[in-house]
């Protein structure tokens, strides 16, 4: 069983919101930060944004400030990604990982659980 079930993905037109969802299971996710990764085809994956294990600091990369907001509620075991005027170039498989290292200038490292991910598709 994947440690995360990422969902929210779909297809967006340019200027259009969605938000994902990242639930995770089998392990104690509130010690962890958590990062939103995207990989499109032919490209590296690359970090999105990433939340400390308390919620209170986060990390987004300069592609996605202004549109993107990262939340958690450890309650639910549940991290989330509010995307805000989408762009064709956020088309990408978006996933959770768990990270045991987190630094505000530079995000989540060091990831020992990994999700499988949801698709998101901006076109018109």
């Known amino acids: 069983q994947s440690p995360f079930v990422e969902s929210g993905g779909g297809l967006v037109q340019p200027g259009g919101s969605l938000r994902l969802s990242c639930v995770a299971s089998?392990?104690?996710?509130?010690?962890?930060?958590i990062g939103w990764f995207r990989q499109a085809p032919g490209k590296e994956r690359e970090g999105v944004s990433c939340?400390?294990?308390?919620?209170?600091?986060?990390n987004y990369a300069d592609s996605v400030k202004g549109r993107f907001t990262i939340s958690r509620d450890n309650a639910k075991n549940t991290v989330y990604l509010q995307m805000n005027n989408l762009k064709p170039d956020d088309t990408a498989v978006y996933l959770c990982?768990?990270?045991?290292?987190?630094?505000?200038?530079?995000?989540?490292?060091?990831?020992?659980?990994w999700g499988e991910g949801t698709l998101v598709n901006v076109s018109s």
């Open positions: 089998g392990f104690s996710s509130d010690f962890y930060a």
């Open positions: 990982g768990a990270a045991s290292v987190f630094g505000v200038d530079w995000g989540c490292r060091g990831i020992d659980y």
């Open positions: 939340i400390s294990s308390s919620g209170r600091s986060t």
